[in-house]
C-alpha cells in the first residue's frame, strides 16, 4: 500500500471526523471573508470619512480573531484526541515520526485547501446578501457591493496563520510522546487538580471586589478621578482573574458548604461530583463562553442604547440648531446672505444671535514656546445667550466652564482671580461668580473655558492686546429635524465663499490646508443626529455579526465537548447502572449537568454584562436609568431564549448517543 492510498483510506475509515473538522475550518473563513466585505469596502468607508466607524468595523475584528484561534486550536485538538491509537499503532508497525508528521501535513494541507475554496465560496454568495441588509440598515445610500483583492487576501492569511499555528502544536505534541503514551492516551485518568474551596471563596470575593471597583469607577465620578482608564483596566483583569478562579474552583467551595448538610448532599453527591469534574476540565471553554457571552449582551445592548438615545445625544451636545464661527477672512456672510440661505418657509429661523470672542496668548516665562490661551467674552453677550441680567465692573469676570456639570468634576483655575501682563499694563480680575453650563456647540473654536468682562473692558483688551478675533453665529428653528437640506445649502456656500478669501492666520496656532477646511464647517443638531443614527446602525449591524458567531461558536465548542467524550459517557452510566441506578435517574442527571454547561457560563456573562451597562450609563438616581437596562434584558432574553432551543437538541441527541 503506498502513502498516498494510506491517507485515502484513513479519510474514508474517519470520514465523520474529518468531516466535522473541515466544516469547523470552513465556517471559520466563511465568517472571515463575510467580514472583511464590510470592513474593506472602500464605499463605506470613504461615505462617512470617522474613525469611529473604523473603529466600530475594528474591533469586533479583533475579537473574530482571538475567538478563531481558540476555536481552531481546539476543533484541531478535538480532531487528533480520538487517532492517538492509530499514530501508535502506525508507529508500532514501523512507520517513522517523520512518515506520521508527512501524514499529518498532507491531511491537513488538504482539509486547509476544502476549507478556503469551500468557505470563499460559501462567503462570496452570502456576504452579497449581508452587504445589502448592512446598507439598508444603515442608511448610507446607494453603496455598490464589490470583491477586492484585499478581502480574499485577509481572510486566506488570517485563517491560515491560525491554522498553521494550531497544527504545528498538535504536531509537536504528538510526536514528543512515546507509543505506549499514545496506546493508553484514552485510559488515563483525568484528574481534578488543584482542588482548593479556599481558592473558590477567594475568587468569588475578588469577583465581588472588582464588580464595585467598575461600579464606583463611573457611578462615583469623584472616586477615580481623572483615571477611569486605568481603574476600568484594573477591574476589567479582576473580573477575568476572578471568573478564572471561580470556574476552576467555585465548585470545590460549593461541595464543600453543602457537605455540612449531610442530607441535601447525600441526595445530589453524583449531580454535585460530576459538576465538579467538569468544570475543573472545561474551564477553559466555560470562561471563554462566558467572555463571549458578556461582549455580545454589552455590545449589542450598548448599540442599541446609542441608536435609541441619539436624538437625546444630539441636543445635549448641540445647544443650538446651527452653528458656526467667523473670523475676518472666513465665513464672512452678511446677515442677509445667510438668511436668504437658511430662513425657509419650512425652517423658518426662531433665534439668531452673534457673539463676539478674543482669544489672547501669552508666553510662558519657563518653558519655550509654551504658551496660555485665554478666551475673552463680553458680559452683554453672556448675559443674552445664557438669559441672565449679571453686571461686572471693571476689575472683575465670570468664569464659565462650557460643559455639562453632571459629566465633569471642575471648581474653574481662576478661584483666586487673574492676573496678566501686556508690556508693561498689568490686567488683573477678581472672580466674582463660577458657572459651569454647557451652552455652545462644541467646535474647534468653542473654549472649554470662557471669561466674561464688562463690555467696556472687553473692547480696550481688542484694541490694545494681539489675538484673534472670532464671532460665532448661534440659530434656532422651528423644527430643526427639517434642516437637513439648509445646512447642507450652507456648508456649500461657505466651502464656495472661503476658496476665495485668504487663510485664516493665527496669532499663534497654525492651520493646515486640512484643518482650515474641518474648523470652518458649520456645526447642527441634525448632522449630528445623523451621524450617530448611521454610527450606531453600523456598530449594531457589526455587533449582531460577531453576536452570532460567538453564539454559533460557543455552542459547537459545547457540542464539541460534550459529544468528543460520549464514548467514555456511555461506558460509565452503564457502570452506574449496574449498580443499581435507574435510568430514569441517570436521564435527570444528564439533564442537569448539560443544563449547568449550557446556562451557567451564560447567564454569569449576562449579569456581567448588566453590570457593565449599568456602570457606563450611570446618570442619577438607580430609577432614572431602568429603560438602559430594559435594552439588556431583552438582547439577553434572546441570547438565553436561542441557547434553550439549542439545550434540548443537544440533550434529545446526547440521550439517544448515550442509548437510554
Known amino acids: ?225 481623572d483615571n477611569a482608564g486605568g481603574y476600568l483596566l484594573l477591574s476589567t483583569l479582576g473580573i477575568f482573574m476572578s471568573l478564572y478562579i471561580v470556574l476552576s474552583q467555585g465548585m470545590s467551595f460549593l461541595i464543600e458548604k453543602a457537605q455540612k448538610h449531610k442530607p441535601y448532599y447525600y441526595r445530589r453527591m453524583l449531580t454535585l461530583s460530576n459538576l465538579e469534574y467538569k468544570f475543573n476540565q472545561l474551564v477553559a471553554i466555560m470562561l471563554l463562553i462566558t467572555i463571549m457571552s458578556m461582549v455580545t449582551i454589552f455590545y449589542t445592548s450598548m448599540m442599541l442604547i446609542v441608536g435609541a438615545e441619539g436624538e437625546k445625544q444630539a441636543i445635549n451636545s448641540n445647544p443650538y440648531d446651527l452653528f458656526y464661527a467667523e473670523t475676518e477672512t472666513k465665513n464672512t456672510l452678511t446677515k442677509e446672505e445667510l438668511f436668504n440661505i437658511v430662513d425657509k418657509p419650512e425652517t ?116 490694545d492686546l494681539e489675538g484673534d478675533e472670532v464671532t460665532l453665529h448661534l440659530l434656532n428653528f422651528r423644527d430643526w429635524k427639517q434642516t437637513e437640506m439648509v445646512v447642507e445649502e450652507l456648508k456649500n456656500k461657505l466651502d464656495e465663499l472661503n476658496l476665495l478669501t485668504p487663510p485664516f492666520e493665527s496669532v499663534r496656532e497654525t492651520f493646515n490646508e486640512e484643518d482650515q477646511l474641518e474648523i470652518f464647517q458649520p456645526v447642527s443638531k441634525i448632522t449630528s443626529h445623523n451621524f450617530i443614527k448611521v454610527t450606531s446602525k453600523i456598530m449594531l449591524l457589526v455587533s449582531t455579526f460577531i453576536s452570532i458567531l460567538f453564539f454559533f461558536g460557543s455552542f459547537i465548542l459545547l457540542y464539541l465537548t460534550i459529544f468528543s467524550n460520549v464514548e467514555e459517557e456511555r461506558a460509565k452510566y452503564k457502570k452506574l447502572f449496574k449498580i443499581g441506578i435507574a435510568k430514569k435517574e441517570m436521564m435527570t442527571l444528564v439533564s442537569k449537568e448539560l443544563g449547568v454547561l449550557f446556562f451557567f457560563a451564560p447567564i454569569l456573562g449576562c449579569c456581567i454584562a448588566f453590570i457593565y451597562v449599568f456602570s457606563f450609563l450611570h446618570d442619577g438616581e438607580i430609577r432614572d436609568n431602568l429603560h438602559f437596562l430594559l435594552y439588556v434584558g431583552r438582547v439577553a432574553a434572546v441570547y438565553l431564549t436561542i441557547q434553550l432551543i439549542y439545550y434540548f437538541y443537544s440533550r434529545k441527541k446526547l440521550l439517544r448517543e448515550l442509548e437510554f
Not at 28 to 51: G, L, Q, R, W
Open 1 to 225: 500500500m503506498t502513502f498516498n492510498q494510506l491517507v485515502w483510506k484513513m479519510a474514508k475509515g474517519n470520514k465523520g471526523k474529518y468531516l466535522f473538522y473541515f466544516l469547523c475550518n470552513a465556517f471559520a473563513v466563511f465568517f472571515f471573508f463575510m467580514y472583511s466585505t464590510i470592513y474593506f469596502n472602500d464605499s463605506v468607508v470613504s461615505v462617512k470619512e470617522s474613525e469611529s466607524i473604523k473603529d466600530a468595523l475594528s474591533i469586533p475584528g479583533a475579537a473574530l480573531v482571538f475567538f478563531t484561534v481558540f476555536f481552531i486550536t481546539y476543533a484541531h485538538r478535538i480532531f487528533t484526541r480520538r487517532r492517538k491509537r492509530e499514530f501508535a499503532l502506525l508507529m508500532t508497525l514501523g512507520m517513522s515520526q517523520r512518515d506520521i508528521a508527512k501524514l499529518l501535513l498532507v491531511e491537513n494541507a488538504l482539509i486547509a485547501f476544502a476549507s478556503i475554496v469551500s468557505g470563499i465560496l460559501t462567503g462570496m454568495v452570502f456576504s452579497r446578501l449581508l452587504f445589502l441588509l448592512f446598507i439598508k440598515l444603515s442608511g448610507l445610500g446607494e453603496v455598490p457591493f464589490h470583491l477586492s483583492e484585499e478581502m480574499f487576501t485577509y481572510s486566506i492569511l488570517t485563517y491560515l496563520a491560525i491554522f498553521l499555528i494550531s497544527v504545528s502544536i498538535t504536531l509537536y505534541l504528538t510526536l514528543r510522546r512515546s507509543v505506549s503514551h499514545n496506546l493508553k492516551s484514552e485510559k488515563v485518568a483525568d484528574m481534578i487538580k488543584g482542588r482548593s474551596p479556599v481558592f473558590g471563596l477567594l475568587g468569588i470575593i475578588l469577583l465581588i471586589g472588582s464588580v464595585i471597583l467598575l461600579y464606583c469607577t463611573f457611578a462615583i465620578p469623584s472616586f477615580a478621578q
Open 348 to 463: 423658518p429661523v426662531e433665534e439668531y444671535e452673534k457673539v463676539n470672542m478674543f482669544i489672547f496668548y501669552q508666553d510662558d516665562p519657563y518653558w519655550e514656546d509654551a504658551y496660555y490661551d485665554f478666551t475673552f467674552m463680553g458680559i452683554s453677550d453672556y448675559n443674552r445667550i445664557m438669559d441672565t441680567e449679571e453686571k461686572l465692573s471693571e476689575d472683575e469676570l465670570i468664569e464659565w466652564i462650557n460643559s455639562d456639570p453632571k459629566y465633569v468634576n471642575d471648581e474653574g483655575m481662576y478661584e483666586n482671580g487673574l492676573q496678566f501682563m501686556d508690556g508693561n499694563n498689568p490686567y488683573q480680575f477678581e472672580r466674582k461668580k463660577f458657572v459651569m453650563n454647557n451652552q455652545l456647540n462644541s467646535q474647534r473654536f468653542t473654549p472649554y473655558s470662557v471669561l466674561v468682562i464688562d463690555d467696556k473692558v472687553f473692547d480696550e483688551i481688542r484694541i
